[in-house]
């Protein structure tokens, strides 16, 4: 049984930015200037998709990346939800 989620419209719109920009690794500051949004409400609605595992994180010393997940499962899950 597939699991269905609800999204908000500031994870639509990051999920959007990523389904068209796959292979873009970006910041939270970076994200929020793509899709027109607050820093702290895309942190927020990140949080959630990361908790979700539809979004993977790059971490270095000076900066955090996120990226879509390369997991297929996963991206057939998004893609479902998103239709």
Known sequence: MQRSFSL?????????????HPQAVET???????V????EAIEKA???????RWIATDETRMVRGYALTQ?????????E???
């Open 36 to 39: 027109g949004c607050e820093a």
């Open 71 to 79: 997991d297929q499962r996963i991206l057939a899950q998004i893609q």
């Open 28 to 34: 939270v500051r970076g994200i929020a200037t793509w």
């Open 46 to 52: 990140l949080n959630g998709l990361v908790g979700r």
């Open 8 to 20: 908000t419209e500031v994870e639509r719109r990051i999920l959007q930015f990523f389904r068209e």
């Open 81 to 83: 939800t998103m239709g």
